[in-house]
């Protein structure tokens, strides 16, 4: 573990501004994340219940904003403000990034007594560990190469999931001839990230997409690969339709409620937009489907939620502790992503357990857990990149999309440039 910078020993040694002592009889920590929307609510509530069994009490601290853009503002402010919280969402190498400045409390013990080696995905556990230490409670794993579809939609017009983008393409064309609309789609830049490192890895494939996202290497995003991606990008937009202004920046949840009503067939979204259609009161068995975006079977581009313990003025270590250790408890795990939309984190499910996970989340955790696949980090959900990394690339696609004046090529060689390694 690096050592605390001098200035984050003074903020942290200073009482800070919301500092709430809580009272002795309900010991408490505060939890900054950014799950807000219906069925985010409904899995913190599920943790803090659970914790509240095992006698620590989750102060909520949520701070709205889908992909999390404002809430890694708002711990930003507060650790210079001297209140860091007593938990985070910190994930991928955001947490890193705050380890190094030495703000992540080591959970080292807790790993060793739950045996995280032997009980997490090796993926997870590589994910969480950082210079000889584990650094965050991992939660579950979202998987980003997800196409859902509205059951009843596709049945009235006699369509099937589509499996490649050749019936991709029919799909889309049936669903616009019936007046509707075939994919729902939000111009916000995270979502467009999203959508883009799942059409790029179905066109480059994991090879490639390591080189461009995890080596950082400029000259792959110059292959011919990544401009059908873009071109595919576009396209995709378009048959959201021209609208008088072209399709809105909203949020993802505006988005699935259009999958839910019927307006639109599809969407390309991270499982959590599963968990909200569920929440909303959908079922996964008869109103809506999922299948993996065309092109990247067995492939599973990730982004695992972790909570990190952060060190601070009150030193709750005791109860972070106790926290970490029953989120990653087996049953908090199922009943947890059950709701969420994601798969646990643990390798060791029983055959009863894994079997009583819907056809979506088996496929995502089979794929996760079989040798064979290509485990895919995301860059959108900060699992290859650093914050400022993955806002550039986010922009530049933005841009791209946005400005119908500039060609793929173009935007190749900004992307190119961005994700260039100082
Ligand atoms: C998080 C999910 C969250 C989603 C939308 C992702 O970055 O991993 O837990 O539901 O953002 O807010």
């Not at 199922?334 to 357990?353: E, H, M, Q, T």
């Not at 980090?377 to 696609?397: I, N, W, Y």
């Amino acid at each position: 573990m690096t050592a605390l910078p001098a200035w984050i020993g003074l903020l942290l040694a200073l009482p800070g501004p919301g500092l709430a002592q809580p009272a002795a009889s309900t010991p408490s920590l505060d939890v900054l994340h950014w799950w807000t929307s219906a069925s985010e609510r409904r899995a913190a509530d599920q943790l803090r219940t659970v914790l509240a069994t095992a006698g620590v009490q989750w102060n909520d601290a949520a701070i709205p904003g889908g992909g999390g853009m404002a809430a890694v503002k708002v711990l930003k402010s507060r650790v210079l403000l001297g209140d860091p919280p007593d938990v985070a969402q910190l994930i991928g190498s955001t947490l890193t990034e705050w380890a190094d400045v030495g703000l992540v409390l080591p959970l080292n013990a807790v790993a060793t007594r739950q045996k995280w080696s032997q009980t997490l995905f090796p993926t997870v556990l590589s994910l969480v560990s950082y210079k000889g230490d584990v650094i965050a409670a991992p939660l579950g794993v979202h998987r980003i190469n997800t196409l859902l579809y509205n059951r009843h939609l596709l049945q009235q017009l006699g369509l099937r999931p589509p499996h490649s983008w050749a019936e991709f393409e029919g799909v889309a064309r049936a669903v616009s001839a019936a007046g509707l609309k075939p994919l729902a789609w939000s111009d916000e830049a995270w979502q467009i990230a999203t959508v883009f490192e799942s059409l790029l890895l179905s066109e480059a494939g994991p090879a490639l997409y390591q080189e461009m996202i995890q080596q950082r290497k400029s000259a792959a995003w110059l292959d011919p690969r990544v401009e059908k991606a873009l071109l595919r990008l576009r396209w995709l937009r378009s048959l959201s339709g021209p609208g008088s202004d072209g399709p809105a920046e909203r949020a993802w949840t505006l988005s699935a409620r259009e999958l839910m009503d019927g307006s639109a067939a599809m969407m390309i979204m991270g499982d959590w937009a599963r968990g909200e259609l569920m929440a909303w009161g959908a079922s996964p068995y008869t109103d809506f489907g999922c299948v993996v975006v065309p092109g990247t079977e067995h492939m599973h581009l990730y982004s695992v939620d972790t909570l990190a313990m952060l060190v601070n003025a009150r030193h709750p270590v005791a109860l972070q502790e106790k926290m970490a250790e029953t989120l990653s408890a087996l049953p908090t795990q199922l009943a947890y992503n059950r709701i969420k939309g994601s798969v646990p984190v643990r390798r060791d499910l029983s055959a009863a357990a894994r079997n009583g996970l819907d056809g979506c989340a088996r496929d995502s955790w089979d794929t996760f857990a079989a040798p064979g696949s290509a485990r895919v980090p995301s860059l959108a959900h900060r699992m290859a990149a650093d914050e400022a990394t993955k806002d550039a690339v986010a922009q530049a696609l933005w841009r791209y999309l946005t400005d119908p004046r500039m060609d793929a090529q173009e935007a190749q060689k900004r992307l190119a440039a961005v994700i260039h390694l100082p």
